[in-house]
């Protein structure tokens, strides 16, 4: 099953289900009813899916394509013009340890790192994790605040008394619709 949400950017992006199969030109059929240049593959695990670095492959001739996709899976062979956004786990995600720190000499300049913090702990830890592996000397930083577990007020003034080479990200979405599914 494929859900296509279009932002305020003019972005499409693009989420992976399991219970539904879709052809590829099916989906290309479905992403051409918006005006958009950009699409976003995301939602789930993109790179767990058998045919997403086929599917990349197809459309990044015609979009401009970025993969947000967790750091639990090798990047390795996603192709050179697809942006990727790594969504590096922290302890509060319980996904901490699967973490591939072999990912990032794949990385490009123009791609992003994204931490989600859901504490001030959490926080602290990607601090140091940046630090720890140069990963502000890779590409752009992002920390974006669990929706609903801390202040963004809170991160903000953190990062900005750290002076934390990052950019503070919000999830729009969660902002707009709340936990509305297909938001």
Known sequence: MHTILRNFLGLVIFMWCEDILST????????????????????GEPLSQKNTLLFLDKISSVYEVSLETSNALSIKDVKKDITIILDIKTPESNESDKNIIDNYKYLK????????????EDYHWAKDYIFNNNLHEICNILISPSYGEISLKKLANQMLSDDL?????????????????GR
């Open 109 to 120: 300049k123009t791609d992003q790192i994204k931490f989600v913090v859901c504490t001030l």
């Open 24 to 43: 590829f030109d099916e989906i290309i059929t479905s992403i051409k009813k918006y005006n958009c240049k950009n699409i976003t593959i995301t939602g």
């Open 165 to 181: 080479p990052a950019r503070l990200q919000v999830q729009l979405h969660k902002i707009i619709w709340g936990d509305e599914r």
